[in-house]
T-cell receptor, first 113, second 114 residues
Framework: AQTVTQSQPEMSVQEAETVTLSCTYD???????LFWYKQPPSRQMILVIR??????QNATENRFSVNFQKAAKSFSLKISDSQLGDAAMYFC??????????FGSGTKLNVKP | KAGVTQTPRYLIKTRGQQVTLSCSPI?????VSWYQQTPGQGLQFLFEYFSETQRNKGNFPGRFSGRQFSNSRSEMNVSTLELGDSALYLC?????????????FGSGTQLSVL
């Protein structure tokens, strides 16, 4: 069965510093996709970054990058130069079959000024 | 371009009642999926519709059902409500529902069952 685990319920980072959020997953599939979504207080989930499992190169989107370790089934999110607007819940997600995604329980990120 | 619209935003029901939630996807999007979000549980997949057909279903009891109309709008229904059904219900749309597509989420319907 596919499962996604986020072991850090809450994290804090100083503004302008770097923070890494952890995610591990379990699957027997070889071709799949991994995502990080952000959920601000408005409750609307927003895609942060996406990684295809068949690509060895780690995805990057401006200040956001991932460390994808396929063999270890690990998919961490690094946020550089943290900003106050980055404060939110972050969810790691795994998908392989027509929009049926498995989400982790989330990590609440606090950004201190 | 309007985003994904979910109505109502908040809903209070009592045990045993039934409820219908509505989701209007982004114009041109034909895939609509539903998720239940509870504190500490993350999001759990309910079902996904494409062109009025349910393509995928999560592990929820038969009290949870849904449908999609020809204009891609979708509704989900929960019958015989239980206290444990209290949650934020999120709807997401994408163009055709391919796994690599970006999902666009609505702001959800917060359901409270008393």
């Amino acid at each position: 069965a596919q499962t996604v685990t986020q072991s850090q319920p809450e994290m804090s980072v100083q503004e302008a510093e770097t923070v890494t959020l952890s995610c591990t997953y379990d699957t027997s599939e070889s071709d799949y996709y991994l995502f990080w979504y952000k959920q601000p207080p408005s409750r609307q989930m927003i895609l942060v970054i996406r990684q295809e499992a068949y690509k060895q190169q780690n995805a990057t989107e401006n200040r956001f990058s991932v460390n994808f370790q396929k063999a270890a089934k690990s998919f961490s999110l690094k946020i550089s130069d943290s900003q106050l607007g980055d404060a939110a819940m972050y969810f790691c997600a795994y998908g392989y079959n027509f929009n049926k995604f498995y989400f982790g329980s989330g990590t609440k990120l606090n950004v201190k000024p | 371009k309007a985003g994904v619209t979910q109505t109502p935003r908040y809903l209070i029901k009592t045990r045993g009642q039934q409820v219908t939630l509505s989701c209007s996807p982004i114009s041109g999007h034909r895939s609509v999926s539903w998720y239940q979000q509870t504190p500490g549980q993350g999001l759990q997949f309910l079902f996904e519709y494409f062109s009025e057909t349910q393509r995928n279903k999560g592990n929820f009891p038969g009290r949870f059902s849904g449908r999609q109309f020809s204009n891609s709008r979708s509704e989900m229904n929960v019958s015989t409500l239980e206290l444990g059904d209290s949650a934020l219900y999120l709807c997401a749309s994408s163009r055709v529902g391919e796994t690599n597509e970006k999902l666009f989420f609505g702001s959800g319907t917060q359901l409270s069952v008393l």
